[in-house]
């Protein structure tokens, strides 16, 4: 099977009935044990300091291990992803397009799903019959989520790794099947190890991936990865089509979009209060001003950029936000 490189969430149903393996850059650079590399890689070529360490880690990877095709997201992702696109295109990677078009109309989506199946020749049949395959995997990784505000048997970091490797099913969907079987059949013989505080992370999926167990040393755990979930499809069974499901997903549409989608979580989950990730040189941060008027829910703000491991100005913003949360609890009580 031939490679194919990602560099956000795409209708990796097509490129597998295809015949392709597509695999996402941004894991392969944030779980690398020297992610850093992947930087420095990037920043003799000459990305400048001032941009986000996600785009330099995805230039590193695809350099490193000399990646020959990538799907380029021409609408609904950011604009430093466009300038990546060409860079990599002068390095001599193949670019393939797909949009999330900016309308967020469903014809216009469809639209852009049929011209990406004729472009790959492949039918709806094809596609539809490896949606079909895919749902049974995410309906697994779905109740691993229910689960996690439900019952109080899943740590947030399995929750948002779990999710988060949905995005290429970890490059190969039977061994991923089998990984999630292998940890529904663990989660659903633990006992419930409840925390004091539920909480919510929203905003592009941390580079600081030891967030989760930290806040579990203060008595508080994440039950919601907004942005992880959405990678996961998890309304997948309201969707008729392939054009439904990526109609349905949040991320590369507009704020007001993901924003009913977040306030609903909040609520079903019963939520004490949010963090907001966001990474440095990201233009994603001003949105912050949007989710503190929008969000009727106690929201810290936090950034992260090369460094994969929380700093300790962070940690201690982290902390005072989670007593506060605690006092607020016994309060409300
Ligand atoms: S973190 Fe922001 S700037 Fe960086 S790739 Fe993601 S959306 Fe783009």
Redesign the pocket.
Known sequence: MKKIGLTTTVPIEVLIAAGYEPFDLNNLFVTSENHLHYIDIAEQDGFPKSM????KG?YGACIKHNVKEIIAVMEG?????KVLNDILKAKGVILHSFSFPHSHIIQDVDREMKRFMKYFGVSTEAVEEIRKRLNQIREKVKRIDDYSFSKDVVSGFENHLLQLCMSDLDGNPSNYEKLIDDKLLDIENRSPNKKKLRLGYIG?PPMTGDLFDFVETLDARFIYSEVQREFSFPRFEMAKNITEQYYDYTYPYDFDFRVKEIQKQVKLRNLDGIIHYT?A????AAEHILLKDQLDIPILNIEGDKLNVLDARTKLRLEAFLDMLGDLKVVVK
Do not use: G, L, M, Y
């Open positions: 986000c360490a996600w785009i995805i992702d950011c604009s430093n992803t592009v990474q040189f990201c233009h994603k």
